[in-house]
């Protein structure tokens, strides 16, 4: 085939460690945002998610920042450096200002929350993280042209392979969706699944 008339298409498929720490302490602080996406699995319930003594719209305000700098940090760059934090290794940064709240809420599960996200990690690299995502996406996107009549249009799509307790495909930015890792390994119904986003963007 010529070079010409390769896909103009990019797709780049992980579970990344930021987004996967991100949601481990969604969920451990409690708070609902995203609302459309359900709890990650395995997860240990804990006994004080945000104290009363927090400021709890300051925290749930950074953690939405936060979530937008992890998700797409290209597309939502910070106005002010960024720090590591500790306890996350190199995983979590946030910026040096305005996010002091969050700092405090988050610190005691740095160890457990980056422990979380090696192993889901791990788990997805060793079932799925094997190369055969372009064909994948492929499949899907050759059954749009089909149906559309004419070439995909060129585009990006970042997609994040999640542990969610439910099934499904969620937007949770311009260019990325989180899909459920049980659905990702079942072809037929991921590519049902996927069809609708690539018919939204190509």
């Known amino acids: 085939m010529a070079a010409a008339e390769a896909p103009e298409w990019i797709v780049r498929e992980d579970a990344t460690l930021p987004v996967l720490v991100a949601l481990y302490l969604r969920q451990v602080l409690g708070i609902r945002f995203p609302e459309e996406l359900p709890h990650l699995r395995g997860i240990p319930p804990r006994s004080a998610p945000i104290s009363e003594y927090d400021d709890r719209s300051a925290i749930e305000r950074q953690w939405r920042a936060y979530w937008d700098l992890t998700v797409e940090p290209q597309a939502n760059p910070s106005p002010v450096p960024l720090e590591l934090i500790d306890g996350f290794e190199t995983v979590v940064a946030l ?10 809420a988050i610190m005691p599960h740095g160890p457990d929350a980056v422990a ?4 889901e990690h791990q788990h997805y690299r060793s079932r799925l993280g094997t190369g055969t995502s372009y064909r994948a996406y ?3 996107i050759a059954e749009h042209e089909r149906v559309v009549g004419r070439r995909a249009h060129s585009f990006e799509l970042n997609v994040q392979v999640l542990p969610f307790t439910q099934r499904g495909v969620w937007w949770i930015g ?3 969706i989180a899909v459920t890792d ?4 079942d072809i037929a119904a991921f590519d049902a699944a996927v069809a609708p986003i690539i018919a939204d963007i190509a």
Do not use: K
């Open 95 to 104: 910026p040096v200002e305005g996010f002091e709240e969050l700092a405090d």
């Open 116 to 119: 979380y996200a090696r192993a």
């Open 138 to 140: 492929a499949s899907a």
């Open 174 to 176: 311009a260019l990325t």
């Open 182 to 185: 049980g659905l990702r390994g």
